[in-house]
């Protein structure tokens, strides 16, 4: 069993950049394909970021492509999502998500076993 805990998010002026963060606990975490995902108000969950179990395959959705950096720091258990070049439109809900049961990085959020509550970012115009 699995704990995840993000941080990091808030309140950034548009342009500006956060970096969020994963801890996990209670599991052996070079294991889990790590996600970021994500929920605007109104909107259905959606997929941001997936990284491999040792750092080397990422994956991005289109519309954080060239602003964010996803990676992981196996001795801390913990991964992260850099995101530069902020937009009102990234203002969501984001959630880490590990997966244990694809070897491979996946997208699909009905692959991912565990998640964290979520930590708020908001992008102000």
């Known amino acids: 069993q699995v704990q995840l805990v993000e941080s990091g998010g808030g309140l950034v002026q548009a342009g500006g950049s956060l970096r969020l963060s994963c801890a996990a606990s209670g599991g052996t975490f070079s294991t889990y394909t790590m996600a970021w995902f994500r929920r605007a108000p109104g909107k259905e969950r959606e997929f941001v970021a997936t990284?491999?179990?040792?750092?080397?395959?990422?994956r991005y959705t289109d519309f954080v492509k060239g602003r964010a950096t996803i990676s992981r720091d196996n001795a801390k258990n913990t991964v992260y999502l850099q995101m530069n070049s902020l937009k009102p439109e990234d203002t969501a809900v984001y959630y880490c998500?590990?997966?244990?049961?694809?070897?491979?990085?996946?997208?699909?959020?009905?692959?991912?076993?565990?998640w964290g509550q979520g930590t708020q970012v908001t992008v102000s115009s």
């Open positions: 998500a590990a997966c244990r049961r694809v070897f491979t990085i996946t997208t699909n959020s009905y692959d991912y076993e565990y």
């Open positions: 990284i491999s179990r040792g750092g080397g395959t990422t």
